[in-house]
């Protein structure tokens, strides 16, 4: 069983930065194969991103956040982050920190990948 928890939402205006933590326990880093980042906004499906395979390192963006956000592991593998800079407000989104146990030697970006979850940070972005 993996517990994540999520931290550093806010609210910020247009252009700024911030950065989303999610600590992970409950299990041993080598379980947790994929982790990610999704968000969902009043009215939207919730939408993937980005990920990153544990195992190798390797990460997938959505495409609308590609060059403004990055998303890394830390040292001891057990907390994720999602440094966000270049923040629009459509970019305003509860935020969830995810992680799978099934190894597939990469990360899709779809919620039905991914079978835990936390309980998620606002993020809001002003004009």
């Known amino acids: 069983q993996v517990q994540l928890v999520e931290s550093g939402g806010g609210s910020v205006q247009a252009g700024g930065s911030l950065r989303l933590s999610c600590a992970a326990s409950g299990s041993t880093y080598y379980n947790r194969y994929c982790m990610g980042w999704f968000r969902q906004a009043p009215g939207k499906e919730r939408e993937g991103v980005a990920a990153i395979y544990t195992v190798g390192g390797s990460t997938v963006y959505a495409d609308s956040v590609k060059g403004r956000f990055t998303i890394s592991q830390g040292n001891a593998k057990n907390t994720l982050y999602l440094e966000m800079n270049s923040l629009k407000p459509e970019d305003t989104a509860m935020y969830y920190c995810?992680?799978?146990?099934?190894?597939?030697?990469?990360?899709?970006?779809?919620?039905?990948?991914?079978?835990?979850w936390g309980q998620g940070t606002q993020v809001t972005v002003s004009s």
């Open positions: 995810a992680a799978s146990a099934v190894n597939r030697g990469y990360c899709p970006l779809y919620r039905e990948s991914f079978g835990y």
